[in-house]
């Protein structure tokens, strides 16, 4: 069964960047992991993907998560894999999320149970429909009011903290990231900074147990 992580914050502050960048890191490390992402808006995806990696037919989602016969199989045709071991699966461009029904609670239990027999390991970001299944919840800070303010209403004392620098000391902070200028295709970032830190929040996520 795969280990749920989830990664959440306020708009804009990395949680893309973060969830992709760890997904790199732990497939480097032989696990497999699968990404998902729940923005339906502005999918991330189309950001992740090149010729090489681009499915001629993509499942969304969207039917994914509201397929009442759900398989691995069918799960996997909506997986894009970055490399053997980090797939990626979310909405396609062009979608929005009332293109598809409301998800149903059995909806979520069946996506959870073939999701997890594909991957070691399984990101969801920022997507709340799977808060409460996700062992590790990782929030990603900066150093903004509205950041702190978040923390206060949504963090728990059990959750991972991750801030962008530079910080502010009324926070808990398990593991702090460097500001790094992130290009148009996200792929993994040649930065020794920013690597230390994906290191480091692995190694804490590989050895938590909620």
């Not at 189309?46 to 009442?68: N, P, V």
């Amino acid at each position: 069964m795969g280990k749920f992580i989830c990664i959440r914050g306020i708009g804009g502050v990395g949680k893309t960047t973060l969830a992709t960048q760890l997904g790199y890191h732990l497939a480097d490390h032989g696990l497999q992991v699968i990404l998902v992402f729940g923005n339906g808006d502005l999918p991330p995806k189309e950001y992740l993907l090149t010729s090489d990696t681009q499915k001629k037919e993509d499942t969304s989602l969207g039917a994914l998560l509201t397929h009442y016969e759900l398989t691995s199989d069918e799960l996997y045709t909506g997986v894009s894999m970055l490399n053997d071991n980090f797939g990626i699966v979310g909405y396609n461009m062009g979608e929005c999320l009332s293109d598809f029904p409301a998800i149903t609670p059995f909806g979520k239990k069946r996506f959870l149970q073939c999701i997890s027999n594909m991957a070691d390991i399984v990101i969801f970001d920022d997507f709340h429909e799977f808060f409460d299944y996700s062992v590790n919840i990782v929030n990603v800070l900066d150093a903004s009011a509205k950041s702190a303010s978040w923390l206060r209403r949504y963090g728990s004392k059990y959750d991972i903290n991750v801030m962008k620098l530079p910080y502010t000391d009324s926070l808990s902070v398990d593991v702090y990231l460097p500001v790094v200028d992130v290009p148009e295709r996200i792929s993994i970032l040649q930065n020794r900074r920013y690597s230390a830190s994906i290191k480091k929040l692995a190694d804490i996520l590989l050895h938590t147990k909620k």
